[in-house]
C-alpha cells in the first residue's frame, strides 16, 4: 500500500499558516467543530479518542480532515506529544488544494481509507 507524506514546503509555498504547539497541548477536542485540518511540519501528534491514543502522526502526516470534507464535528480530540508546528489548512485552502493538486487529494483519501480500515482494538 502506496504510502503518501504530504508535502509541507508546498503547503507553506501557498501561503498557508503554520502553528506551533508544545509538548502536551491541546489541538482541538473531540466534537469541536472542524474548520481546518492539519499537515505535521515537525513534531508528533496524538489522536485521542475516550482517553486512547488511536494514532501518532508525525512529520508529513495529516490529522482532522474527516471534519472540513463533511462539516461534522470532530471524531476525535488531538494533542501536540512533543513541541509541534503544523500547516493549517482551511476549507477554502482545502478545496483549492483538492482541485489545483490531484496528488494531495489523493493523499488525503489514501489517509482516510487507511484509518477506516485500520483494527479496532
Do not use: C
Request: glycine letters at 8%.
Amino acid at each position: 500500500m502506496a504510502a503518501y507524506f504530504f508535502d509541507t514546503d508546498m503547503l507553506e509555498r501557498r501561503g498557508l499558516p503554520l502553528k506551533r504547539f508544545d509538548a502536551g497541548e491541546r489541538i482541538f477536542l473531540e466534537t469541536e467543530i472542524g474548520d481546518a485540518l492539519y499537515v505535521v511540519r515537525s513534531g508528533s501528534v496524538d489522536v485521542i479518542s475516550f482517553g486512547r491514543v488511536l494514532e501518532q502522526v508525525g512529520a508529513g502526516g495529516v490529522f482532522g480532515e474527516m471534519a472540513v470534507i463533511n462539516d461534522a464535528p470532530r471524531a476525535a480530540a488531538a494533542m501536540a506529544s512533543e513541541p509541534t508546528e503544523v500547516a493549517v489548512v482551511d476549507k477554502a485552502a482545502f478545496l483549492d488544494l483538492v482541485a489545483e493538486e490531484p496528488e494531495f487529494a489523493l493523499a488525503v483519501m489514501d489517509v482516510m481509507a487507511k484509518r477506516v480500515r485500520r483494527p479496532r482494538g
